[in-house]
T-cell receptor
Framework: EAGVTQFPSHSVIEKGQTVTLRCDPISGHDNLYWYRRVMGKEIKFLLHFVKESKQDESGMPNNRFLAERTGGTYSTLKVQPAELEDSGVYFC?????????????FGPGTRLLVL | AQSVTQLGSHVSVSEGALVLLRCNYSSSVPPYLFWYVQYPNQGLQLLLKYTSAATLVKGINGFEAEFKKSETSFHLTKPSAHMSDAAEYFCAVRVSGSARQLTFGSGTQLTVLP
């Protein structure tokens, strides 16, 4: 079974440019999460999809960030325009509801550097 | 709101020595607790999780953790470190209920010395 994949693995852009990150969850997983780790800090939650619907986007830092999940499959996270403080590692995770706390399976992350 | 504190951003142990990575949590309701490991250039991998079924939880690769409510702790241990255990370890909490996101600690980088 393929794991969670993310593209690109690295991205270097200049301040003011736009970047789009993609996440392909494990097939059949309804839950999809985005997290971010800024250098030296903890991993922080950004938002949660259930199928194509945004369940919780309380962690999105501002309106420069736009997440979508087309048809409940893959998801994209667009940053427009990018700022220096957006640099970090963006993780995607997916899970399938279980009786208890389901395991979230993480992708390798996209390392974003804004210059 | 819940939070997680990992004591020690860097821990070094000798190969064969005990590994102890500390995690304390804060939660107003019974928590679910997780330990994840991240090897270089890989995603986070679940080591183990506490779901209230048993206070001593065994995970993969010989790791285990004990939930201590009185100490609000969920420390990760392994009796004998192996070179392949070198990685970054994250403790995370999720409260029971509708919110499903994980709240992470800041991570502990484990170095295993030969």
């Amino acid at each position: 079974e393929a794991g969670v994949t993310q593209f690109p693995s690295h991205s270097v852009i200049e301040k003011g440019q736009t970047v789009t990150l993609r996440c392909d969850p494990i097939s059949g997983h309804d839950n999809l999460y985005w997290y971010r780790r800024v250098m030296g800090k903890e991993i922080k939650f950004l938002l949660h999809f259930v199928k194509e619907s945004k369940q919780d986007e309380s962690g999105m830092p501002n309106n420069r960030f736009l997440a979508e999940r087309t048809g409940g499959t893959y998801s994209t996270l667009k940053v427009q325009p990018a700022e220096l403080e957006d640099s970090g590692v963006y993780f995607c995770a997916s899970s399938q509801p279980a009786g208890g706390p389901e395991t979230q399976y993480f992708g390798p992350g996209t390392r974003l550097l804004v210059l | 709101a819940q939070s997680v504190t990992q004591l020690g951003s860097h821990v070094s142990v000798s190969e064969g020595a005990l590994v102890l990575l500390r995690c304390n949590y804060s939660s107003s309701v019974p928590p679910y607790l997780f330990w994840y490991v991240q090897y270089p250039n890989q995603g986070l991998q679940l080591l183990l999780k506490y779901t209230s079924a048993a206070t001593l939880v065994k995970g993969i690769n010989g790791f285990e953790a004990e939930f201590k409510k009185s100490e609000t702790s969920f420390h990760l241990t392994k009796p004998s470190a192996h070179m392949s255990d070198a990685a970054e370890y994250f403790c995370a909490v999720r409260v029971s209920g509708s919110a499903r996101q994980l709240t992470f600690g800041s991570g502990t980088q484990l170095t295993v010395l030969p």
